[in-house]
């Protein structure tokens, strides 16, 4: 069967600032960059953000690569800690500017759409430790401050804009589940940050439209959407699968595309004693500043049933105490991640977008396999032969193009990653790219993934 996608598709790929740049010319440190000053041994191989893939130095041949394998299409992030001097007045650094500048206008000379996304888990640790970072309403002022700046400077050049990438990670890595520094776990305050991120992320979106930057310019968020599927169609397993859909999905996309919380979930927070601190400006300051289109990031199903085992309440409110993940018998898994592959769910996704979202535009902003070890599935030409990855991207093409023929407003597909990149707590520990990289000599090979992308992007299709 002949899959082909709609006219001017985006084909491309996605990374973030801190995790390709490296950490040259920056005066400033992100959460990430502090934590490994701190505790390298947190890292996989004790491999840190310092150098990562050294886009800060290479982006010239990197971006004409990713040109060489037929993206029209790249998003990356500008990292706060990079770009601004001063947190408080939003004055420039220079070198900043330039390197962004760069980026910006290779891209567009190249023929790539450049998508900017505008915070990727890169609070700078100033304003952790100095308020608290996102549990402090200052903060989003000061974020608003530096979007307006971002806008100003590339505005004229990017069409596409992000606020965030994943914000549920961020309370899901700070404040519930330990995986990103400060690695508490407080319940009160990981919605108190999901609250104050909906609102940055609103700001943001305010300062955008009153500039009015580029007349086709539009802005989005970017969200990780891991529908949650129960057990089995029992009264307490739908309920389950729906608490979690709230907290792990909709906390985000309802307010995004709706302008509001989902009722139940605010009900919810209220009668556990959990719900954050707001004003009524605030809350139409979300009803009014609805994105443009969505970003989705798609990995894994999150599977879910009844909590069966007693909730232990001892570290206080927790998502957890209403539902708890399965493993689905016979599931197909990546054994590198231990995560399921259903591609199915991309069709899920297209369809819920379109019956519950109105329909708003959308793209895959990430979709990917990190595998580990590729060296060893490497040709006598140095080639890495994935056609693990070959396989796992045309199934979820297959579905997502099933959703899209069933009316769903999808305009492209970005695999997670260009060139392998650095990967937070793991480092390179799996590689997700359409490129090779050798970490120590710094080379870049095409893998043959890379060249499968290249045709169908050629053929908007395969």
Not at 17 to 38: A, L, V
Not at 272 to 291: A, C, F, M, R, S
Not at 333 to 357: C, H, Q, V
Request: glycine fraction near 6%; hydrophobic fraction near 35%.
């Amino acid at each position: 069967m002949k899959y082909k996608f709609p006219k001017n598709f985006w084909w491309g790929a996605a990374t973030s600032g801190p995790q390709s740049e490296g950490r040259f010319n920056k005066k400033h440190s992100s959460i990430f960059d502090y934590w490994y000053d701190i505790e390298p041994t947190a890292f996989y191989d004790q491999v840190g953000p310092n150098i990562a893939s050294n886009f800060y130095n290479s982006y010239e041949e990197d971006l004409k690569m990713m040109k060489s394998i037929g993206l029209n299409s790249f998003r990356t992030s500008i990292q706060w800690t990079r770009l601004i001097k001063n947190f408080e007045t939003a004055e420039v650094d220079e070198d900043g500017v330039n390197f962004y500048n760069n980026v910006i206008n290779q891209c567009v000379e190249l023929g790539m759409i450049p998508i900017i996304n505008l915070h990727h888990f890169d609070l700078p640790i100033e304003l952790y430790e100095k308020y608290g970072g996102w549990e402090s309403k200052h903060v989003v002022e000061l974020f608003a401050k530096f979007a307006k700046k971002c806008f100003q400077l590339y505005g004229d050049r990017v069409k596409y804009w992000t606020t965030f990438n994943e914000p549920i990670v961020i309370v899901q890595g700070q404040y519930l589940s330990q995986f990103h520094y400060p690695n508490l776990v407080n319940g009160k305050k990981a919605m108190q940050v999901a609250y104050n991120l909906n609102l940055a992320s609103a700001k943001a979106i305010e300062e955008f439209r009153k500039g009015k930057y580029n007349k086709d310019g539009k802005i989005g968020i970017v969200l990780n959407l891991t529908p949650a599927y129960p057990r089995t169609q029992s009264k307490d397993d739908l309920e389950a699968a729906d608490i979690a859909n709230m907290i792990d999905n909709r906390i985000f996309l309802d307010t995004a595309v709706l302008g509001k919380y989902p009722e139940g979930l605010t009900q919810m927070l209220e009668k556990d004693g959990v719900i954050w601190e707001y004003t009524e400006d605030e809350i139409k300051l979300l009803q009014n500043n609805k994105v443009d289109f969505l970003g989705v990031n798609f990995y894994q199903p999150l599977r879910v049933k009844k909590r069966e085992n007693k909730f232990d309440d001892s570290k206080g409110w927790l998502p957890d105490k209403y539902y708890e993940s399965y493993e689905k018998p016979g599931r197909r898994i990546n054994p590198d991640k231990n995560w399921e592959i259903y591609p199915e769910a991309m069709y899920d996704i297209a369809i819920n977008i379109r019956d519950n979202y109105e329909n708003i535009p959308w793209y895959v902003s990430e979709n990917g396999m990190g595998v580990h070890g590729e060296e060893k599935f490497m040709d006598e030409n140095g080639m890495v032969v994935d056609d693990y990855r070959i396989q796992f991207i045309t199934e979820h093409l297959q579905f997502l193009h099933k959703g899209i023929e069933e009316g769903s407003n999808c305009f492209g597909y970005h695999l997670w990653t260009p060139i392998d990149c650095w990967s937070w707590k793991n480092a390179y520990r799996n590689r997700y790219g359409l490129i090779s990289l050798d970490l120590p000599s710094q080379t870049k090979t095409i893998k043959k993934s890379g060249y499968w992308f290249k045709e169908a992007a050629e053929n908007n299709g395969f």
